[in-house]
């Protein structure tokens, strides 16, 4: 018997009319759909005219639900993979489904469509030749601003996502890390009633959001301009003084650490030179 096919289907991320007609014809043609939440996808499928066998597949359970759509594919049977909106797989669960269909012997095919991240890039008007996806921040204000530190050199346009009760944080840790004055771009609620994208500084950016509670609801999709190669320099020779003085009362890793907290500098560039 010839094994079934996976299909990893892009749904629309907020207008149900961007869903393509090869998704829909896709979405009525499997025997089972495996769905973020169930719930969420109903609409969805009742608008495609689909009404398959709907299995949920999420962070905390991918791996048994991944057997048995396994299960279902070396039957013969088809499937497909889509989540509550967008591009499977992009910040979403599904990987481990794909390698265990790709293990099984199984064909994995993509349907593509919407992706929240790209269609903002698309109308952000910052650099996009380069740019480095970096999906949800850390929710722990620690770790999140650990986390901007050490991205605070990037030269590529860097995208995020975020939610509504983090973003006026995020903001202003953004602000803090990369500096009143970096361009960027927060695009809410995509391709809905209410889409918005703002293009400011940072720090203008993070005031006006901050200010007004309509800007901070909704899903958000925040990019932010690289920082220039004269800054990155700057800014990697700083972390390298700070490092010298540093290591003379710490041990190497410590000083280092510290050093790329305090400048933003990558830690693991403080040892060259």
Known sequence: MTN?????????????????????QTLREVGLIAAEDTRHSAPLLAQAGTQPRVLALHEHNEHEQAARIVEHLRGGGDAALISDAG????????????????????????????????????????????????????????????????????????????????????????????????????????????????????????????ADANQQRGEFVVLVAGASGEDADAQLAEGRRVFALLREE????????????ITGAPRKRLYEG
């Open 4 to 24: 079934g096919r996976l299909w990893i289907v892009a749904t629309p991320i907020g207008n149900l009319d961007d869903l393509s007609p090869r998704a829909r």
């Open 250 to 261: 710490l041990p190497p890793a410590r000083a280092a650490k510290l050093a790329a907290a």
């Open 87 to 210: 591009t499977p797989l992009v910040s979403d669960p599904g990987y481990r489904l794909v390698r265990a269909a790709r293990a099984a012997g199984c064909e994995v095919s993509p349907v593509p469509g919407p992706c929240a991240a790209i269609a903002a890039l698309s109308v952000a008007g910052l650099p996009s030749d380069r740019f480095v996806f970096e999906g949800f921040l850390p929710a722990k204000a620690a770790a999140r601003r650990e986390r901007l530190q050490a991205l605070a050199a990037e030269t590529r346009t860097l995208i995020f996502y975020e939610s509504s009760h983090r973003i006026v944080e995020s903001l202003a840790d953004l602000r803090g890390a990369f500096g009143d004055a970096r361009e960027a771009v927060l695009a809410r609620e995509l391709t809905k009633l209410f889409e918005t994208v703002i293009a400011a500084p940072l720090g203008e950016l993070a005031a006006r959001v901050e």
